[in-house]
Nanobody, 126 residues
Framework: QVQLVESGGGLVQAGGSLRLSCAASGRTFSSYAMGWFRQAPGKEREFVAHIRQTGGNTNYGDSVKGRFTISRDNAKNTVYLQMNSVKPEDTAVYFC???????????????????WGQGTQVTVSS
């Protein structure tokens, strides 16, 4: 069982930056690949970023490539999402998720993840 708690959301102006954190419980954090997803009102959940267990491989959704960076600190049981050059269309609830799969090619699908956090709201003003 893994419990995930996101933090760091809030209100930011367009062009600004924000860093989200996701703290995980348990001793086996390093055995989970981690992902960030987001969901805006009236829209489907969208893949944002993914990082493998060792942090050596990352993947991004097309809409955030070049602006967002996912990273992890296995010693702190935490995964981060650095959001730069944010846009109003980045406004959403952001969720972190954990997957016990290794080398999973379906990292962009929510179905690949076993555990989810409760989400943190990010609002970008224009």
């Amino acid at each position: 069982q893994v419990q995930l708690v996101e933090s760091g959301g809030g209100l930011v102006q367009a062009g600004g930056s924000l860093r989200l954190s996701c703290a995980a419980s348990g001793r086996t954090f390093s055995s989970y690949a981690m992902g960030w997803f987001r969901q805006a009102p009236g829209k489907e959940r969208e893949f944002v970023a993914h990082i493998r267990q060792t942090g050596g491989n990352t993947n991004y959704g097309d809409s955030v490539k070049g602006r967002f960076t996912i990273s992890r600190d296995n010693a702190k049981n935490t995964v981060y999402l650095q959001m730069n050059s944010v846009k109003p269309e980045d406004t959403a609830v952001y969720f972190c998720a954990a997957s016990n799969l290794y080398y999973n090619s379906n990292y962009y699908s929510g179905r690949a993840y076993n555990y989810w956090g409760q989400g943190t709201q990010v609002t970008v003003s224009s």
